[in-house]
């Protein structure tokens, strides 16, 4: 079971796709758990998803966990297809209880009163792909499903099954 998580190929364009993703989830989510880049913190953020959006104080916090360790994943490469799903529930949540009453398009003119789901819409299509394909290259899944080789020949060691 933990080798059919952490499979993966040596794929390069997999990999920039998580890395870019991770990239932006970790940013995202070190506003809400550590206040980084402008943003109010663990407490300020649960404090607003509680209160203001009426969430599940466990809810909430999953949603701070799955942006902030989810992003750290993706960086790393690291049980990917757990962050792609932690990110993919996350979205989903998000456009069902906040940005779908605000249509499709992001609010790039600042006329409307929230943002709509396009981001969610592309991040829930990339997570979907990481899900299914896995880590990619440069990441510690594929170093961890690769084979072991023998130290002494050079040969890979038979895996068991």
């Known amino acids: 079971m933990f080798r059919k ?3 993966t190929d040596h794929d390069i364009a997999t990999t920039i796709l998580r890395l870019v993703l991770g990239v932006i989830f970790f940013a995202h989510g070190a506003q809400k758990m550590l206040g980084w880049f402008g943003g109010y913190g663990f407490t300020g953020t649960m ?9 599940p104080a466990v809810f909430a916090f999953l949603a701070i ?3 902030f360790f989810g992003g ?5 490469g690291l049980f990917t297809r757990v962050a792609a799903f932690g990110i993919f529930c996350n979205m989903l949540v998000a456009v069902a209880m906040v ?4 249509g499709f398009f992001m609010n ?6 929230g943002e709509g789901f ?10 979907v792909f990481l899900i299914i394909r896995g880590s990619g290259a ?3 899944d594929r170093l961890l499903s690769s084979p072991a080789k023998n130290s002494i020949s050079g040969q890979r060691r038979p895996q068991a099954a």
């Open 108 to 113: 790039w003119a600042g006329t409307q009163k």
């Open 65 to 67: 966990a799955a942006e």
């Open 118 to 127: 396009e981001f969610h819409l592309l991040a829930l299509g990339i997570t």
């Open 47 to 55: 404090g607003f998803f509680t209160g203001m959006l009426h969430i």
């Open 5 to 7: 998580l952490i499979a």
């Open 138 to 140: 440069a990441s510690v």
């Open 72 to 76: 750290l994943g993706f960086i790393f």
């Open 99 to 102: 940005h779908r009453q605000f």
